[in-house]
């Protein structure tokens, strides 16, 4: 079983920052293996992308955060990292943690972290 345990939200002001992480753990789980990403949610809305990270360093991110917000990954640590700066109101979701090997069934979600951004 696959576990990703998302931290780091909060209330924070327009023009402010956050930095979320995604602690991976499971037996057998290879993160290494894994394409890592993080999406976001607000209620009536689908899920969407935000930013992704393949294992082989590449990254994809949402036109909306793109010079913004930035993905890393710690290998060792088995942890997603997702820096997010300039954040504004329009950036309030939860954020979702994602771990998949595409174009396979692997593919684990975290519950959640809620990010606010208000004055």
């Known amino acids: 079983q696959v576990q990703l345990v998302e931290s780091g939200g909060g209330l924070v002001q327009p023009g402010g920052s956050l930095r979320l992480s995604c602690a991976a753990s499971?037996?057998?789980?290879?993160?290494?293996?894994?394409?890592m990403g993080w999406y976001r949610q607000v209620p009536g809305k689908q899920r969407e992308l935000v930013a992704t990270m393949a294992v082989d360093g590449s990254t994809n991110y949402a036109d909306s955060v793109e010079g913004r917000f930035t993905i890393s990954r710690d290998n060792r640590k088995q942890t997603v990292f997702l820096q997010m700066n300039g954040l504004k109101p329009e950036d309030t979701a939860v954020y979702y943690c994602n771990a998949r090997i595409p174009p396979t069934r692997y593919d684990y979600w975290g519950q959640g972290t809620q990010v606010t951004v208000s004055s």
């Open positions: 499971g037996s057998a789980f290879s993160f290494a293996l894994y394409t």
